[in-house]
């Protein structure tokens, strides 16, 4: 079966434009994550969905990052006015668990995101 | 606030070589602890747990982390590396009454075998 795919791979932004990047999860799994992770660095979270309720998005650095998932399946991380801060790889993780620190996370390959 | 280390940013060893990667976490309450892999130009995958029960878990390629609470760490370990277990590895743990169960990472380790 497959597992959590992203789009793009890669992306390369000029400063100030906006950014789209999906997540499709496994299929059936309630929760999905995003994380950041800088240059070597670790993930660092940035939001929570169980199904299509924003559950937890303590982590997003600033209000020009927003995230959804309205029918509880694909998501989409938008990033407006891009800064060069933001460059970085952007995952996504799903779990088949609602909730709950047990349920292993899955994790797709990433989007690299450049901003120039 | 909880927070890992990876004492070590990179770790070279050759083959067959014993090795360890080191892992301590802050916190003052109950969590879940993991290891997560990463080869090169693929996702995170997860290499093993702990949760509860027994304080020495294991994978199925050979590696081996213990759950050390009074001392708070999870180190990995493995007896005997291949040249394929090149990798970053990730520590991780998640609050035990987490309603999100959000991982919280370390800064990784980059383990180099060399033949």
């Known amino acids: 079966g497959a597992g959590v795919s992203q789009s793009p791979r890669y992306k390369v932004a000029k400063r100030g434009q906006d950014v789209a990047l999906r997540c499709d999860p496994i299929?059936?799994?309630?929760?999905l994550f995003w994380y950041q992770q800088a240059l070597g660095q670790g993930p660092e979270f940035l939001t929570y969905?169980?199904?299509?309720?924003?559950?937890?998005k303590s982590g997003l650095p600033s209000d020009r990052f927003f995230a959804e998932r309205p029918e509880g399946s694909v998501s989409t991380l938008k990033i407006q006015r891009t800064q060069q801060e933001d460059s970085a790889v952007y995952l996504c993780?799903?779990?088949?668990?609602?909730?709950?620190?047990?349920?292993?996370?899955?994790f797709g390959p990433g989007t690299r995101l450049t901003v120039l | 606030a909880q927070s890992v280390t990876q004492l070590d940013s990179q770790v070279p060893v050759f083959e067959e070589a014993p090795v360890e990667l080191r892992c301590n976490y802050s916190?003052?309450?109950?969590?879940?602890l993991f290891w997560y892999v990463q080869y090169p130009n693929q996702g995170l995958q997860l290499l093993l747990k702990?949760?509860?029960?027994?304080?020495l878990v294991e994978s199925i390629n050979g590696f081996e982390a213990e759950f050390n609470k009074s001392q708070t760490s999870f180190h990995l370990r493995k007896p005997s590396v291949h040249i394929s277990d090149t990798a970053e590895y990730f520590c991780?743990?998640?609050?035990?009454?987490?309603?999100?169960?959000?991982?919280?990472f370390g800064q990784g380790t980059t383990l180099q075998v060399k033949p």
């Open positions: 702990y949760l509860s029960g027994s304080t």
């Open positions: 993780a799903s779990s088949f668990q609602a909730g709950g620190s047990q349920s292993e996370q899955f």
């Open positions: 299929s059936g799994h309630v929760s």
């Open positions: 969905f169980q199904n299509e309720a924003q559950l937890d």
């Open positions: 916190s003052s309450v109950s969590v879940y």
């Open positions: 991780a743990v998640s609050h035990g009454s987490s309603n999100t169960g959000k991982l919280i």
